[in-house]
């Protein structure tokens, strides 16, 4: 979508979709939910960090997609700097108030004139590139503009996508293309392949190989007579791994506010940190082969099984009951498009779930659980229940996803 409308609150009471609900028994399933609490606690947790490393922090709000989960971000204060995944986003978010986006995905001529006249609006959005060639679009779509388009020079620290490496023979040549036109703002890298690091020994190595090389590449263009404001690293991994950002300006991460079963299986978080889950209902049983049945399948968890690769291999999800405690053993470890099949592990006989009951999966990958939803019913999971957790608030998702 070119021209997303972000909305913010509660959706109107006449929308079937997102009808004001009572409780989590309330709401047809399957739907998304947010544990507000464990969303704050995360979300303060790297703020106090960014804080003891003496940097800035830039969240990417792609995971949420949510203007009211990022306001969460700057509680009480103005909008923070952001990081976008696609220029819909950064269109989104500007219309809610936020004027120093980076858009983090490589850019190209096409999508240019959205970035200027985002520009225009007085809006700060930097953009990423990794060639002369793109550099060159970019100069020239900046000269024709009659104003700056602020770029990062992407640099590659671990072989993941896109990016230069520090020493590549370019990188002076794009960062003088990019300086002759007022764009260079600086360089930018990610961690990529942090997300497969088994260890804290394993992810504080990357932090510090993600500050080396961002640096290095900083230091290189200056070397050359170039400034370089801006040095920005980051992942959810390495961002809570980084115990030294000398250089560095400012910290990126996104997926820390809900967090997720391959963060927790990497040992970013504990289970007890994951803010989101998606609520379905047992609709059927087949006991000879051992399989309850959901009405959640890949479309409210989505395809990732980024937890096939780990120690514990989690399925599509970790079965919770409603209030959010575990059912000992059982894992949604199958899904066509609307189904789910639970299972229980090591052929533990399965709990007694009458056909209505519902239940909270817990997702491997936040992101793309998040991507299936228009939104997320609100609860605050240290308050006692009475059978289902209130619903605080239905905060919807911006569009243009």
Same mark, same amino acid.
């Given at each position: 979508?070119?021209?997303?409308?972000?909305?913010?609150?509660?959706?109107?009471?006449?929308?079937?979709?997102?009808?004001?609900?009572?409780?989590?028994?309330?709401?047809?399933?399957?739907?998304?939910?947010?544990?507000?609490?464990?969303?704050?606690?995360?979300?303060?947790?790297?703020?106090?960090?960014?804080?003891?490393?003496?940097?800035?922090?830039?969240?990417?709000?792609?995971?949420?997609?949510?203007?009211?989960?990022?306001?969460?971000?700057?509680?009480?204060?103005?909008?923070?700097?952001?990081?976008?995944?696609?220029?819909?986003?950064?269109?989104?978010?500007?219309?809610?108030?936020?004027?120093?986006?980076?858009?983090?995905?490589?850019?190209?001529?096409?999508?240019?004139?959205?970035? *200027?006249?985002?520009?225009?609006?007085?809006?700060?959005?930097?953009?990423?590139?990794?060639?002369?060639?793109?550099?060159?679009?970019?100069?020239?779509?900046?000269?024709?503009?009659?104003?700056?388009?602020?770029?990062?020079?992407?640099?590659?620290?671990?072989?993941?996508?896109?990016?230069?490496?520090?020493?590549?023979?370019?990188?002076?040549?794009?960062?003088?293309?990019?300086?002759?036109?007022?764009?260079?703002?600086?360089?930018?890298?990610?961690?990529?392949?942090?997300?497969?690091?088994?260890?804290?020994?394993?992810?504080?190595?990357?932090?510090?190989?993600?500050?080396?090389?961002?640096?290095?590449?900083?230091?290189?263009?200056?070397?050359?007579?170039?400034?370089?404001?801006?040095?920005?690293?980051?992942?959810?991994?390495?961002?809570?791994?980084?115990?030294?950002?000398?250089?560095?300006?400012?910290?990126?991460?996104?997926?820390?506010?809900?967090?997720?079963?391959?963060?927790?299986?990497?040992?970013?978080?504990?289970?007890?940190?994951?803010?989101?889950? *998606?609520?379905?209902?047992?609709?059927?049983?087949?006991?000879?082969?051992?399989?309850?049945?959901?009405?959640?399948?890949?479309?409210?968890?989505?395809?990732?099984?980024?937890?096939?690769?780990?120690?514990?291999?989690?399925?599509?999800?970790?079965?919770?009951?409603?209030?959010?405690?575990? *059912?000992?053993?059982?894992?949604?470890?199958?899904?066509?498009?609307?189904?789910?099949?639970?299972?229980?592990?090591?052929?533990?006989?399965?709990?007694?779930?009458?056909?209505?009951?519902?239940?909270?999966?817990?997702?491997?990958?936040?992101?793309?659980?998040?991507?299936?939803?228009?939104?997320?019913?609100?609860?605050?999971?240290?308050?006692?229940?009475?059978?289902?957790?209130?619903?605080?608030?239905?905060?919807?998702?911006?569009?243009?996803?």
């Amino acid at each position: 979508m070119n021209n997303p409308v972000p909305t913010a609150g509660p959706a109107p009471a006449t929308d079937p979709v997102t009808a004001p609900a009572r409780t989590l028994a309330d709401p047809d399933t399957p739907f998304a939910v947010l544990d507000l609490h464990k969303a704050r606690r995360n979300v303060a947790r790297l703020a106090a960090r960014a804080d003891r490393l003496g940097v800035g922090l830039r969240p990417h709000v792609k995971t949420a997609k949510s203007l009211d989960v990022a306001a969460l971000l700057h509680e009480g204060g103005r909008p923070c700097p952001i990081t976008v995944s696609t220029l819909a986003e950064a269109e989104a978010f500007a219309d809610g108030g936020y004027t120093d986006i980076t858009y983090a995905v490589g850019i190209d001529p096409h999508k240019l004139p959205r970035v *200027v006249a985002l520009l225009r609006r007085g809006v700060t959005l930097r953009v990423l590139l990794d060639s002369a060639e793109q550099a060159e679009f970019v100069a020239d779509a900046s000269r024709r503009a009659g104003l700056p388009v602020p770029a990062q020079i992407e640099i590659d620290c671990d072989g993941h996508r896109g990016g230069l490496r520090p020493d590549a023979p370019g990188l002076p040549a794009i960062g003088r293309i990019l300086h002759e036109a007022g764009c260079l703002d600086g360089v930018l890298t990610h961690a990529g392949e942090s997300y497969f690091d088994r260890t804290a020994e394993e992810r504080r190595a990357a932090a510090v190989n993600e500050r080396d090389t961002a640096v290095a590449a900083a230091e290189r263009l200056r070397a050359a007579g170039l400034p370089v404001a801006t040095v920005s690293v980051g992942s959810t991994p390495t961002a809570h791994a980084a115990e030294d950002l000398t250089g560095v300006t400012e910290l990126r991460a996104g997926n820390y506010v809900f967090f997720d079963l391959v963060m927790a299986g990497l040992g970013v978080c504990g289970v007890d940190d994951l803010a989101l889950s *998606v609520v379905v209902t047992v609709i059927g049983h087949r006991p000879e082969y051992g399989w309850i049945i959901t009405d959640g399948g890949w479309m409210a968890m989505s395809r990732d099984r980024g937890t096939a690769a780990q120690a514990q291999d989690q399925g599509y999800g970790l079965v919770a009951d409603l209030d959010g405690n575990p *059912v000992p053993g059982l894992v949604m470890t199958a899904a066509s498009q609307e189904h789910g099949t639970l299972t229980v592990r090591d052929g533990a006989p399965l709990p007694e779930l009458p056909i209505g009951t519902r239940l909270r999966v817990l997702p491997n990958h936040a992101c793309a659980t998040a991507a299936q939803h228009h939104g997320y019913h609100v609860v605050d999971g240290t308050q006692p229940t009475a059978g289902a957790p209130v619903v605080e608030a239905f905060w919807s998702r911006v569009s243009g996803w």
